[in-house]
């Protein structure tokens, strides 16, 4: 794990960083904001963040934001109040924890918050097979694709592959080539130098240099420009990537594991990718089937979910009656683990006494499991008379209400990317005003 401290803390630094050196960490150090948000822009990688309650941890959390560097923030302070406390976390920080420091509290929040999404809760044997394999082939330096439907782990199967890898000890870095501007995506993978464009008013290491000796996860790759992708596949055949602006190239020794929830062979013969950088991709492929495959998963899933947002919400643990788990179990799960969590998640907050029945479930768009061929054109012909358009617009505004306004699961269960999302919606917003109304979450 490495570790970036932000921030004097006080003077509690040294029994800090001992702490954490004690478990394996690397620890480095900033006295401000500006100077840790430069290095980590010129490469400086870290799985964690600690940050001083006296510094602007907003402020933090909106840079590391505009950076697209994804950290978790631990705010850390002298003061034990509880106000601090609640203070830091508003700011975006996922945990506080007080100093001088308690070695088995910081001990135990800094590994639960880099595991914490990282974590693989299951008890399906198909998701057990998975597993094997991912960690069967995880030593090796070849390319691995990871295929599946948008929610179902993917990325939590790179992480699972890069730990049990030759190069767990080194980087793992993730780029999100579908929630990245097409413009900006180049810049972000391979760097660029100062002055190779208006605005670079300094050096920028890009992914690839970053994640040096370890692991590049390139999610959703399938969402990637063609003529990106032509580029990505020089990279990968020379190992060696050329920075925007730059007048040598650099060597890069980086594993690279690739997703996407779409079925490649088809978008390399509808030429959206190029074949020749699918083979190079697909040495080895990891196919993760859909939540409603991997029944024995729902449980599980579900008690660690509840349990998660009970402690987030500071709400009174609850239970799911049996018919809350009839309910959950035989539902179709169109948008896999990140649907069963978002549902959860409002069950807990809409449960009475305790109780998580189907109305604090709510999901309404649930068939009778006697699905019968009268209900079925029932529901067709409330499609008669509506054109396509209609259908899809109503479609993603119901999605959105399903997901309390959040895009990207709505994205995941659509299957559609959040970019096609956030198209289509500033289209109905454009054609009516009122509409854009409904369209301020994210």
Same mark, same amino acid.
């Given at each position: 794990?490495?570790?970036?401290? =932000? ?8 029994? !800090? #960083? ?37 510094? /602007?941890? !907003? ?28 203070? @830091? ?52 330096? @070849? ?19 890069? *730990?049990?890898? $030759?190069?767990? %000890? !080194? ?30 008013? #300094? ?32 990279? =990968? ?12 190239? =650099? ?8 997703? #996407? ?42 008690? &660690?979910?509840?349990?998660? &947002?009970?402690? /987030?919400? %500071?709400? *009174? ?13 035989? &539902? ?9 969590? %978002? ?12 109780? =998580? ?6 999901? *309404?768009?649930?068939?009778?499991? %006697? $699905? #019968? ?49 956030? $198209? *289509?919606?500033?289209? &109905? ?10 369209? /301020?979450?994210?």
């Amino acid at each position: 794990m490495r570790l970036l401290i =932000i921030g004097a803390l006080s003077g509690q630094i040294g029994a !800090a #960083s001992q702490i954490a050196v004690s478990r394996g960490a690397k620890v480095s150090h900033a006295n401000d904001i500006d100077t840790a948000i430069r290095g980590l822009c010129n490469g400086q990688g870290a799985d964690l963040v600690m940050v001083d309650t006296t510094l /602007d941890i !907003a402020h933090l959390v909106s840079r590391l934001k505009n950076e697209r560097i994804s950290i978790p923030v631990v705010a850390c302070g002298v003061d034990d109040d509880a106000k601090v406390a609640v203070a @830091a976390i508003k700011a975006g920080a996922q945990e506080y924890v007080p100093l001088p420091p308690d070695e088995e509290l910081i001990s135990a929040v800094l590994e639960a918050v880099v595991q914490e999404t990282n974590q693989i809760i299951h008890a399906d044997p198909k998701m057990s097979n998975i597993l094997k394999l991912a960690e069967k082939v995880a030593k090796s330096v @070849a390319s691995i694709f990871v295929i599946g439907e948008s929610g179902t782990g993917k990325e939590l199967i790179a992480h699972f592959i890069h *730990k049990k890898s $030759n190069r767990s %000890n !080194a980087p793992f870095v993730a780029v999100n080539c579908a929630a990245i501007p097409e413009a900006l995506l180049e810049s972000e993978l391979f760097g660029y130098e100062k002055g190779a464009f208006t605005g670079a008013v #300094s050096r920028r290491i890009g992914k690839f240099e970053e994640a040096h000796g370890g692991t590049l996860l390139l999610d959703e790759i399938s969402e990637m420009d063609l003529r990106l992708q032509s580029k990505l596949l020089r990279a =990968i055949q020379e190992k060696e990537i050329d920075r925007i602006g730059g007048k040598k190239p =650099i060597k890069v020794d980086t594993r690279i594991i690739a997703t #996407s929830n779409r079925k490649m062979e088809d978008e390399v013969s509808q030429g959206n990718f190029r074949e020749d950088l699918y083979f190079r991709l697909n040495v080895v492929m990891v196919e993760i089937p859909p939540l409603k495959d991997r029944p024995g998963d729902i449980e599980p899933l579900s008690l &660690y979910f509840m349990e998660k &947002y009970s402690e /987030d919400n %500071n709400i *009174k643990k609850s239970y799911i009656t049996k018919d809350g788990w009839a309910n959950l179990k035989s &539902y179709v799960w169109p948008g896999n683990v990140r649907e069963l969590e %978002n549902t959860i998640h409002r069950g807990v907050l809409l449960a009475t006494d305790g109780e =998580i029945n189907p109305d604090a479930l709510q999901l *309404k768009s649930i068939l009778p499991t %006697n $699905n #019968s061929q009268e209900h079925l054109k029932t529901e067709a012909m409330g499609l008669v008379g509506k054109t396509v358009a209609d259908v899809e617009r109503s479609l993603i505004f119901d999605t959105l209400d399903h997901c309390l306004g959040n895009r990207t699961h709505a994205a995941n269960i659509l299957g559609i990317s959040i970019r096609t999302l956030r $198209n *289509k919606l500033k289209l &109905y917003s454009e054609n009516s005003p009122k509409i854009g109304l409904r369209e /301020d979450k994210n």
